[in-house]
């Protein structure tokens, strides 16, 4: 069956049992994800139906699993936002460690790994709690994930070199290769126990999250819609330890929602703790507009070249973007330009998978070619701009980002680096008056901003590293 059969009715429907099953959130915005994987278990069982297949995963739990397998993202890696492992070795522990001295003797640490992917996150931590030599206390590590196929992954423990991506970080030590297979050793593999559990029904698991001290719940929030974010943080709210410790990934943030928890800044990394827990920080005010200044010409306009006819290699191309199998998403970018070689979403799209992959140059090259047939692409100045100051090359990147937010106003990451971008000129008023743009590019946007991404960055975290710099 083609995956345009599959219409915006049926989507709504398999996005409703979805969410309900396990908080994954697919709306209009990436139904392109629900359609291609719906569309791939519908050829895989040979069912000509959506309904009819909806029926199958209502009845059939192992059905349901495969389809979920797909939906989830294994995207992960060794040592993945490094500095909250350090946070983790050389401040949260010895901290912990000798707070429970004082009631309790030796130690006792539990620390739970949720969403855990492929294992490469608790595996981390059960590596960084050996670097730091805690031999005083007993630690137990539990993870789990809603992706069976995962779990049975991380139990396996043999990996690739695309799980070490992390330059800073030298973990050989702990790992055996045999030709392009990297095994972990059993002396850290044996310290996590892995479940499969979905988090908003732990009944159906033997995973047991209360009185945890640590809890890591890391690039999954972006995920979820706002209620299923409240529901899971009022499940850790209730797990974990009152002096415990909260790990979010770098995009995600609890800012302006209503939850028990409150931000800590240790070391160079961000940390959630119960508000009891918690040391003060700062109080938050209501900023003012700012005036926004342009301090140079747009991008020159020329004629919109409006693509029609079949987009479907596009969005299966978007589709399996969203959910990280590049490798399937590229193929079908390649295919749609083969029909339609001026198709801008495609042009863009690619730009954005080769920057995520690292691949700068053939990222710059088809932001280029996106601008060729249309000049007021924001992402694909935001895209050249952020390649650029990563490359430290801060002066075009400047240019590049004052070219995104020409293209689009609302643009709050390309605010956010713009801002960036002048504390690295020393230009302290400059930054400060931009990050309060942003600030306010995100507040127009309403509720839907604190959930929005763009560039693989969500407003909520945007707001929150604005209001740390903000002056």
């Not at 392109?32 to 297949?53: C, F, W």
């Not at 090359?393 to 293209?407: H, M, Q, R």
């Not at 690295?424 to 127009?444: G, L, M, S, T």
Request: net charge negative.
């Amino acid at each position: 069956m083609a995956i345009h059969e599959i219409n915006d009715q049926h989507l709504l429907t398999f996005s409703d049992f979805i969410r309900e099953k396990t908080g994954l959130t697919f709306d209009k915005s990436n139904w392109y994800a629900l359609k291609v994987s719906v569309g791939e278990r519908m050829s895989a069982k040979s069912v000509d139906q959506p309904l009819e297949y909806f029926m199958q995963i209502k009845d059939d739990l192992k059905e349901c699993e495969e389809l979920i397998s797909l939906l989830t993202v294994s995207e992960t890696y060794f040592f993945r936002d490094r500095r909250q492992f350090e946070v983790l070795r050389e401040h949260v522990l010895p901290e912990m460690i000798e707070r429970k001295k004082k009631t309790q003797g030796r130690p006792k640490i539990k620390i739970a790994s949720c969403g855990c992917s492929l294992g490469a996150e608790p595996y981390s931590i059960a590596i960084a709690i050996d670097q730091g030599g805690f031999q005083e206390a007993d630690f137990e590590i539990i993870a789990c994930d809603i992706n069976k196929k995962s779990i049975e992954f991380a139990r396996e423990a043999i990996y690739s070199d695309h799980y070490f991506r992390e330059p800073e970080t030298d973990i050989s030590g702990y790992f055996e290769r045999q030709g392009k297979k990297i095994f972990l050793k059993d002396s850290i593999k044996e310290k996590v126990r892995f479940y499969c559990a979905n988090l908003m029904d732990l009944s159906a698991s033997s995973f047991n999250l209360q009185d945890a001290d640590i809890i890591f719940f890391r690039n999954v929030l972006i995920y979820f819609n706002e209620d299923t974010v409240i529901k899971t943080i009022q499940v850790f709210e209730k797990a974990l330890d009152k002096n415990g410790y909260l790990f979010l990934g770098p995009f995600e943030t609890l800012m302006r929602r209503e939850t028990s928890f409150i931000f800590n800044e240790i070391g160079q990394a961000l940390v959630w703790r119960l508000k009891e827990a918690s040391v003060p920080v700062k109080e938050r005010v209501s900023l003012p507009p700012p005036n926004i200044v342009m301090d140079a010409p747009p991008p020159a306009v020329f004629v919109d070249k409006v693509i029609k006819g079949d987009e479907s290699h596009y969005e299966k191309a978007a589709g399996y973007f969203h959910i990280k199998r590049n490798q399937i998403a590229e193929k079908e970018f390649q295919e749609q330009l083969k029909i339609t070689p001026d198709h801008v979403p495609s042009l863009v799209g690619l730009a954005f998978l080769y920057a995520d992959v690292g691949d700068s140059v053939l990222a710059l090259e088809y932001c280029q070619k996106a601008l060729k047939v249309d000049n007021l692409i924001a992402d694909a100045y935001f895209i050249q701009g952020l390649v650029l100051f990563q490359m430290k090359d801060f002066e075009e990147a400047l240019k590049l980002f004052k070219k995104t937010v020409y293209c689009d106003d609302k643009h709050f990451v390309a605010q956010y680096f713009l801002a960036l971008t002048y504390k690295e000129f020393n230009r302290p008023q400059q930054a400060n008056h931009q990050f309060r743009v942003a600030i306010h590019a995100i507040d127009d946007l309403g509720k839907d901003g604190l959930t929005r991404e763009l560039a693989g960055h969500c407003g909520n975290y945007i707001l929150s590293l604005c209001l740390d710099n903000v002056t």
